[in-house]
């Protein structure tokens, strides 16, 4: 009993305290979640200075300081007021601008607060003590989560943009492609200097996302030389807005020759000899000495003017057509009148050519592709071909058209050379002669023509006539041709037989020949073989005739011996008698073809001998 009554104090000790520290509990202490910031409102404090909205010193108001996640003790709820507020999140591939509610005003020469180092107005203590001002602010706030003081600030992020005059693409990360180029107009600085297009090259502002930085340079309000170049870009849509244009393109077979607004201020790098114009180095104010060559370049084109001009030949027409490039669209026929004092009309070509190095200087000269056509080109032909007309008639400039083409481009080439610009060739076209002169030209050509028709006519007659003559011995050509070979077989034939003649004449001469030559070694054979048989004859002959003659020499005494008694008998005519029984036996004429003169056997042995050389030899025995 005695240790309940003692304990019993103790807990009702215990039980005070508790309920004691949870009431210090109930009204110190603070949780703030991850994903929130507490917003401190002070009830009781000294009262803030005039003018100010956020205590940086213990005042009554909103505390510049936020509560950081986590448990806070002691903050009285008689005495502080906390709002829980979320963090701010900037998504990826934009930024958010800032409005600061309090600070110092914004000097009237400025658009936007200056850049305070505060943690990316995390720390609004910071800010404000660091000379912030209130307003619209430079700085922005890339993509990521913040804890900022809404009491301090405002974020315009792209869910609000439009309460605050800005479109929620204002709020996107610029994107440069890369066939583009960003050219810039910046809303706050120093006022570009008088005679100034736009503002000079300012260096260290990152592609104008340091924008504290960029106006601390001396950067100019106003349109810039500087471009943006291909990337992303985190920039302030209050400090600049930028417009993207394509990159200047030089194609193949021309220059760019820039002509710059913008730069340091002109000096002259083409000497005393060229005098019709200026020509400065590359970053200077006028014509540019070194082209673009043929590619993409980043230009600023609201400061530059680039001229392209072509470096292959270029062909104008003083004609009723116009080429590609239709730097001849305003050129018209050229109308002259000759010395006889007839008008007519010419179409012209003319051929240039501008070299690459040449290019600026013939810029500098008339300011543009357009204008060397219309103040050079086209009173340098019109003027020559109008000169040349009335020196010479229709007729005449219509017969020495080549001789005219030929001066007409010797007295261009030297006028045009004054301008650095090469004439190729300048050529006549067609000629548009007056109609009535071109009437008489024209009967009088076909009078002739009708003369050379009428001749032709005359000689396709005759041609024709001729023809006939030709068709007709064409008719019968095949009579012609059969009697032809007709003759030509009959003279085939006649040469055959003569040649069959000769032939056989000279088989025969030749058959002769080998039979004479055969007969004559026969002959010689037989006469030989006579020679021996007569040898043989005549000694068997001989032989005989010793032989006979003896017989006869015993017949011829017997016959003798008979004769002489005979012609005893009968006297002398005897004799008479016994040759014609000799003359009978032997079948001898009566007459003999030999007369034997005297008698005797000498007599008849001349018979005999006499009848061998008429009959040949006596047979042999």
Same mark, same amino acid.
């Given at each position: 009993?005695?240790?309940?009554?003692?304990?019993?104090?103790?807990?009702?000790?215990?039980?005070?305290?508790?309920?004691?520290?949870?009431?210090?509990?109930?009204?110190?202490?603070?949780?703030?979640?991850?994903?929130?910031?507490?917003?401190?409102?002070?009830?009781?404090?000294?009262?803030?200075?005039?003018?100010?909205?956020?205590?940086?010193?213990?005042?009554?108001?909103?505390?510049?300081?936020?509560?950081?996640?986590?448990?806070?003790?002691?903050?009285?709820?008689?005495?502080?007021?906390?709002?829980?507020?979320?963090?701010?999140?900037?998504?990826?591939?934009?930024?958010?601008?800032?409005?600061?509610?309090?600070?110092?005003?914004?000097?009237?020469?400025?658009?936007?607060?200056?850049?305070?180092?505060?943690?990316?107005?995390?720390?609004?203590?910071?800010?404000?003590?660091?000379?912030?001002?209130?307003?619209?602010?430079?700085?922005?706030?890339?993509?990521?989560?913040?804890?900022?003081?809404?009491?301090?600030?405002?974020?315009?992020?792209?869910?609000?943009?439009?309460?605050?005059?800005?479109?929620?693409?204002?709020?996107?990360?610029?994107?440069?492609?890369?066939?583009?180029?960003?050219?810039?107009?910046?809303?706050?600085?120093?006022?570009?200097?008088?005679?100034?297009?736009?503002?000079?090259?300012?260096?260290?502002?990152?592609?104008?996302?340091?924008?504290?930085?960029?106006?601390?340079?001396?950067?100019?309000?106003?349109?810039?030389?500087q471009v943006l170049l291909s990337g992303a870009w985190n920039l302030n849509p209050?400090?600049?807005?930028?417009?993207?244009?394509?990159?200047?393109?030089?194609p193949i077979g021309y220059v760019g020759v820039v002509v710059s607004y913008v730069?340091?201020?002109?000096?002259?790098?083409?000497?005393?000899?060229?005098?019709?114009?200026?020509?400065?180095?590359?970053?200077?104010?006028?014509?540019?000495?070194?082209?673009?060559?043929?590619?993409?370049?980043?230009?600023?084109?609201?400061?530059?003017?680039?001229?392209?001009?072509?470096?292959?030949?270029?062909?104008?027409?003083?004609?009723?057509?116009?080429?590609?490039?239709?730097?001849?669209?305003?050129?018209?026929?050229?109308?002259?009148?000759?010395?006889?004092?007839?008008?007519?009309?010419?179409?012209?070509?003319?051929?240039?050519?501008?070299?690459?190095?040449?290019?600026?200087?013939?810029?500098?000269?008339?300011?543009?592709?357009?204008?060397?056509?219309?103040?050079?080109?086209?009173?340098?032909?019109?003027?020559?071909?109008?000169?040349?007309?009335?020196?010479?008639?229709?007729?005449?400039?219509?017969?020495?058209?080549?001789?005219?083409?030929?001066?007409?481009?010797?007295?261009?080439?030297?006028?045009?050379?004054?301008?650095?610009?090469?004439?190729?060739?300048?050529?006549?076209?067609?000629?548009?002669?007056?109609?009535e002169l071109m009437k008489t030209q024209t009967d009088r050509k076909i009078a002739?023509?009708?003369?050379?028709?009428?001749?032709?006519?005359?000689?396709?007659?005759?041609?024709?006539?001729?023809?006939?003559?030709?068709?007709?011995?064409?008719?019968?050509?095949?009579?012609?041709?059969?009697?032809?070979?007709?003759?030509?077989?009959?003279?085939?034939? +006649? %040469?055959?037989?003569?040649?069959? =003649?000769?032939?056989? &004449?000279? *088989? $025969?001469?030749?058959? !002769? /020949? @080998?039979? #004479?030559?055969?007969?004559?070694?026969?002959?010689?054979?037989?006469?030989? +073989? %006579?020679?021996?048989?007569?040898? =043989?004859?005549?000694? &068997?002959? *001989? $032989?005989?005739?010793? !032989? /006979? @003659?003896? #017989?006869?020499?015993?017949?011829?005494?017997?016959?003798?011996?008979?004769?002489?008694?005979?012609?005893?008998?009968?006297?002398?005519?005897?004799?008479?008698?016994?040759?014609?029984?000799?003359? @009978?036996? #032997?079948?001898?004429?009566?007459?003999?073809?030999?007369?034997?003169?005297?008698?005797?056997?000498?007599?008849?042995?001349?018979?005999?001998?006499?009848?061998?050389?008429?009959?040949?030899?006596?047979?042999? #025995?």
């Amino acid at each position: 009993m005695i240790t309940d009554l003692i304990h019993e104090p103790l807990a009702l000790a215990a039980f005070g305290l508790a309920a004691l520290g949870f009431l210090a509990l109930a009204f110190g202490l603070r949780i703030i979640d991850e994903q929130e910031s507490g917003l401190v409102i002070k009830k009781i404090g000294r009262a803030l200075p005039p003018g100010k909205l956020i205590a940086t010193r213990g005042e009554a108001g909103y505390q510049a300081a936020l509560l950081s996640p986590g448990w806070h003790f002691p903050l009285w709820r008689w005495q502080y007021k906390i709002e829980k507020v979320p963090l701010v999140n900037v998504p990826p591939g934009q930024i958010a601008c800032v409005v600061a509610n309090d600070g110092k005003p914004i000097p009237t020469e400025r658009v936007l607060a200056r850049e305070v180092a505060c943690d990316r107005f995390q720390d609004a203590t910071a800010f404000l003590d660091g000379g912030g001002e209130r307003g619209r602010q430079l700085a922005i706030l890339s993509a990521g989560t913040y804890r900022i003081n809404p009491a301090a600030f405002r974020v315009i992020t792209a869910t609000n943009a439009i309460t605050y005059g800005l479109a929620a693409r204002d709020l996107n990360v610029l994107q440069v492609p890369s066939d583009a180029v960003g050219i810039v107009t910046i809303l706050d600085g120093r006022p570009i200097t008088s005679g100034d297009l736009a503002g000079p090259p300012i260096t260290g502002h990152e592609g104008y996302q340091r924008a504290q930085a960029f106006i601390d340079a001396g950067g100019c309000r106003g349109l810039q030389e500087q471009v943006l170049l291909s990337g992303a870009w985190n920039l302030n849509p209050w400090f600049a807005r930028v417009e993207l244009h394509e990159l200047t393109e030089i194609p193949i077979g021309y220059v760019g020759v820039v002509v710059s607004y913008v730069g340091e201020e002109h000096l002259d790098v083409t000497g005393a000899d060229f005098t019709h114009g200026d020509l400065v180095e590359r970053g200077r104010k006028g014509v540019w000495v070194e082209p673009l060559l043929p590619g993409k370049h980043p230009l600023n084109t609201q400061v530059m003017k680039v001229e392209r001009v072509p470096t292959t030949n270029i062909v104008l027409n003083w004609a009723g057509r116009t080429e590609a490039h239709h730097y001849d669209d305003r050129l018209a026929p050229i109308t002259v009148r000759s010395k006889d004092g007839f008008s007519f009309a010419l179409d012209v070509s003319a051929i240039i050519h501008i070299g690459m190095k040449d290019a600026p200087r013939v810029i500098s000269r008339v300011g543009s592709m357009q204008n060397l056509v219309d103040h050079v080109l086209q009173p340098v032909v019109g003027n020559y071909f109008r000169n040349s007309a009335q020196q010479v008639s229709v007729l005449e400039f219509l017969s020495a058209r080549t001789d005219r083409q030929r001066e007409a481009f010797t007295h261009i080439a030297a006028a045009l050379g004054t301008y650095d610009v090469e004439c190729i060739d300048a050529l006549i076209g067609d000629i548009q002669a007056p109609a009535e002169l071109m009437k008489t030209q024209t009967d009088r050509k076909i009078a002739d023509e009708l003369q050379r028709t009428y001749e032709a006519q005359r000689e396709a007659e005759m041609t024709r006539q001729t023809l006939a003559r030709e068709s007709a011995v064409a008719t019968m050509q095949a009579e012609v041709v059969r009697s032809e070979q007709l003759v030509r077989i009959a003279q085939t034939n +006649a %040469t055959a037989t003569i040649e069959a =003649a000769r032939g056989e &004449a000279g *088989a $025969a001469v030749a058959r !002769a /020949e @080998a039979e #004479a030559a055969a007969t004559r070694l026969h002959a010689e054979a037989e006469a030989a +073989a %006579t020679e021996v048989n007569g040898k =043989a004859i005549a000694s &068997a002959l *001989a $032989a005989r005739g010793e !032989a /006979e @003659a003896s #017989a006869q020499r015993a017949l011829g005494a017997a016959r003798a011996e008979s004769f002489e008694v005979g012609k005893a008998a009968l006297g002398e005519a005897f004799s008479g008698v016994e040759i014609a029984t000799v003359l @009978a036996k #032997a079948g001898v004429k009566l007459v003999p073809d030999v007369a034997v003169g005297g008698g005797g056997a000498g007599g008849l042995a001349e018979v005999l001998i006499a009848r061998m050389l008429t009959k040949g030899p006596m047979p042999s #025995a």
